[in-house]
Nanobody, 124 residues
């Protein structure tokens, strides 16, 4: 059973920064694809960013490009999402996700493993 555990969410003022982390206890992300999705109340879960462990290919949603940075720590044991210049529209529950296949995907249905989420709230 693959577990994903997120941390790092919180309340921040617009223009501020947060860094989310995701670990998979007892494992590392290896050649998997790992990503971040978010879901605001009343809205569908949307893709934020993903990284392929096999070749470090990265994709971002247009809405976060240039503001957010996804990365894996040394040994690929931790997935990070550095979020800068946050705005109110970034407020949502953020979920870490992983898929065993090495192909990078932006469709949430292609990810088998999910964390419980960490709340990010940006105040104006």
């Amino acid at each position: 059973q693959v577990r994903l555990v997120e941390s790092g969410g919180g309340l921040v003022q617009a223009g501020g920064s947060l860094r989310l982390s995701c670990v998979t206890p007892g494992r590392n992300f290896g050649t998997s694809v790992a990503g971040w999705f978010r879901q605001a109340p009343g809205q569908e879960r949307e893709f934020v960013a993903a990284i392929a462990g096999i070749n470090d290919e990265i994709k971002y949603a247009d809405s976060v490009k240039g503001r957010f940075t996804i990365s894996m720590g040394d040994g690929k044991g931790t997935l990070f999402l550095q979020m800068d210049r946050l705005n109110v529209e970034d407020s949502a529950m953020y979920y870490c996700a992983a898929r065993g296949n090495w192909r990078l995907q932006t469709d949430a249905s292609q990810y088998e493993y999910w964390g419980q989420g960490t709340q990010v709230t940006v105040s104006s």
